[in-house]
């Protein structure tokens, strides 16, 4: 009977002190003090010499580094989880077993923490099937939570964990869908103040480059003849003459894009034989990620938006190209609009002088 009470009184404290941690979430404070605390109670509950939370990062689909506790806490900051053949897929709550992994590993800025040799447990924060984080353990030798009651503690933990987790990582989104609103806007706004066209372009191309926070960018148009793309606006494009530049239609990336109405992302080139020959010149590269994408109106592609070399060094994503899409549907009228008004000079010039000939 006597240890019967004290089960039950370890049970009642456990509870306590979840109830006391999530109590402690929920209130106001810093973000970054709410994550190490839970990082402090899960290391707790599985008895790990270190404990590190990773939550998705919605625009780049990473399990991006958040915080850390224990003898080393810290060393993956700024880091991201990376994995092959699908295994952090293969992770499950349900397993709490501390085991050699064939292929995790962490990269950062400066370092790649290769986890194969390190005996490891790594929980997934997930809910209806959706992983939001991941709680990665790392254990001096191999074990398994056999104690009943722990266990159940861990799994009353991750409930509650779940939607908060989710509820961070929606906010994330919603925080990129909100920039990415504010640039519109923005767009939008000097679309209606800017009448000259070139300081309006140069304008949205700032923009670009505040926002979407790339090293290279330009904006290319086609010729009368629509054999060839030229470069109308550009940064970062160091050492060239653009306004000698001439990309025939179907060559190169620009080329190739130009030939559809369809955008194309590339997050790694070196994974991309068959486009990889349309890059002859990667020495200006310095990432392999790179988004291109026409200029089309009523169906009609009258240029490219190309942008190359994030500044963060990650590739690109699918919120990149759905933003930089909507970019162009913005610019696209402007261009077509200017294209209309010279034909329709030229077209008076010519009347002009046909008129005087006849004289």
Do not use: W
Not at 109 to 129: E, Q
Not at 194 to 223: G, H, K, N, P
Not at 244 to 255: F, L, S, T, Y
Not at 337 to 354: H, N, T
């Amino acid at each position: 009977m006597k240890q019967d009470d004290e089960t039950l009184n370890q049970q009642l404290a456990g509870f306590r002190d979840l109830h006391r941690v999530f109590g402690e979430m929920m209130a106001d404070g810093p973000q970054e003090r709410k994550e190490e605390l839970l990082c402090g109670q899960f290391q707790t509950l599985s008895g790990a010499k270190e404990t590190a939370l990773f939550l998705l990062n919605p625009k780049t689909e990473r399990f991006e580094f958040r915080a850390a506790v224990g003898r080393r806490a810290g060393k993956y900051a700024g880091g991201h989880l990376e994995t092959g053949n699908g295994e952090l897929q293969s992770f499950r709550a349900s397993d709490l077993q501390a085991a050699q992994s064939h292929t995790l590993t962490i990269q950062t800025k400066t370092n790649v923490y290769d986890l194969r040799d390190t005996c490891i447990m790594v929980v997934p924060i997930a809910t209806f099937s959706r992983v939001y984080g991941i709680l990665l353990c790392e254990y001096d030798h191999a074990c398994t939570l056999d104690d009943s009651d722990q266990v159940e503690l861990i799994h009353v933990f991750l409930n509650q964990l779940s939607p908060l987790c989710k509820c961070s990582v929606e906010m994330q989104r919603l925080e990129e869908k909100a920039k990415s609103l504010e640039l519109l806007y923005k767009i939008g706004h000097k679309l209606s103040g800017i009448r000259d066209e070139d300081q309006l372009l140069e304008a949205i191309l700032e923009l670009i480059e505040q926002y979407i926070q790339v090293d290279r960018c330009s904006l290319m148009i086609m010729d009368e003849d629509r054999k060839h793309l030229r470069i109308k606006k550009a940064f970062g494009i160091h050492d060239v003459d653009i306004g000698r530049v001439k990309v025939p239609i179907g060559e190169g990336i620009a080329g190739y894009i130009a030939t559809g109405t369809r955008p194309l992302l590339i997050k790694d080139i070196a994974a991309e034989q068959h486009l990889i020959s349309l890059v002859p010149q990667k020495e200006n590269f310095r990432t392999n990620s790179l988004l291109s994408v026409p200029l089309a109106t009523q169906g009609e592609v009258i240029g490219v938006i190309n942008v190359n070399n994030r500044k963060d060094g990650l590739p690109f994503s699918e919120a990149d190209m759905d933003l930089l899409c909507k970019i162009g549907s913005e610019i696209a009228p402007v261009l077509q609009r200017s294209y209309m008004a010279l034909q329709l000079k030229k077209a008076r010039e010519l009347d002009r002088d046909i008129k005087l000939s006849m004289v």
